[in-house]
């Protein structure tokens, strides 16, 4: 086998792995936003702060972990190898790195700059005795996770691209 077709076929299977996990994390994200933030803007403010605390408790857990680690682990490897063998001058490599990109931004910053902040936060209220901000904090958590899920799904149609663009 030439270097040529093994560094396409590593090229294949880094994109494919890639948005297989962009695939999943947009769905998680996707689903979160069309039903768990709209059933949590109907709580109350006691139970809303429970339901939070629960949910942000549970989502650490190590299936989660590996796929929302992945999902930006593997595609930054991938953008490497593709930068490293001079392909993000195809268009395979251009739509793989804009999704990358911004999935990085618009997905993996948005939680790690908005929503833990906004989670660790919310650790700390009780039902008892809550801030004045809650409904504020509620709203602002939920559009931001908007904004990742489009962030999500975009990177995942652009990773799609950019497989379909290599004849994958």
């Known amino acids: 086998m030439s270097p040529n077709v093994l560094s396409e076929e590593l090229v294949v299977l880094l ?24 059933a949590l803007d109907k ?21 989660f972990g590996i796929v929302f680690f992945g999902a930006i682990v593997v595609p930054t490897v991938s953008a490497a190898v593709v930068l490293l ?5 195809t268009q395979s490599g251009q ?24 989670n ?9 005795s809550l801030p004045n901000d809650w409904a504020v904090v509620r709203t602002r958590w939920g559009r931001w996770n908007h904004v990742r899920t489009t962030a999500a799904i ?13 004849g994958a």
């Not at 994109?15 to 933030?37: D, E, K, N, P, Q």
């Open 154 to 166: 975009a990177s995942f149609i652009l990773y799609i691209a950019a497989l379909v663009s290599l």
């Open 15 to 38: 994109l494919t792995v890639s948005t297989i996990f962009g695939g999943v994390m947009a769905g998680f994200f996707f689903t979160y936003s069309a039903s768990v933030v709209l």
């Open 85 to 89: 063998l001079g392909d993000w001058t």
């Open 43 to 63: 709580l109350s403010a006691s139970v809303y702060t429970t339901m939070m605390q629960e949910i942000n408790e549970t989502v650490l857990n190590v299936v």
């Open 120 to 128: 660790e936060y919310i650790a700390t209220w009780s039902t008892a």
């Open 95 to 118: 739509l793989f790195l804009a999704g990358v990109v911004i999935y990085f931004i618009g997905t993996f910053a948005v939680t790690m700059r908005i929503h833990i902040p906004i």
